[in-house]
Nanobody, 117 residues
Framework: QVQLVESGGGLVQPGGSLRLSCAAS????????MSWYRQAPGKERELVAG??????NYADSVKGRFTISRDNAKNTVYLQMNTLKPEDTAVYYC????????????WGQGTQVTVSS
């Protein structure tokens, strides 16, 4: 059974930091691209950061503030979020995806991040 379990969300003041974790099970973690998405109220879900085999990518809005990393030995992907802004408030979702030799796309249940004073 595939599971992606996010943790680490919460309430933080502007300028603060949080570290999200996503623990994966039920599939071969190292074969998957891992990403973090977020969805704010009334907005579409958007890609925040992604980690493939040898590369990472970030949304322009978080470059220089967020860092994605993965530990294949622990089947876990992280999102370090620094210098948080109120506009970072959203539900953050973990995603696992592969396209070859077959397509698979898995989602976690999400964790709430609220940036407010």
């Amino acid at each position: 059974q595939v599971q992606l379990v996010e943790s680490g969300g919460g309430l933080v003041q502007p300028g603060g930091s949080l570290r999200l974790s996503c623990a994966a099970s039920g599939f071969t973690f190292s074969n998957y691209a891992m990403s973090w998405y977020r969805q704010a109220p009334g907005k579409e879900r958007e890609l925040v950061a992604g980690s493939a085999r040898r590369s990472t990518n970030y949304a322009d809005s978080v470059k220089g503030r967020f860092t994605i990393s993965r530990d294949n030995a622990k089947n876990t992907v992280y999102l370090q979020m620094n210098t948080l802004k109120p506009e970072d408030t959203a539900v953050y979702y973990c995603n696992a995806k592969r396209d070859w030799p077959y397509h698979r796309d898995y989602w976690g249940q999400g964790t709430q991040v609220t940036v407010s004073s």
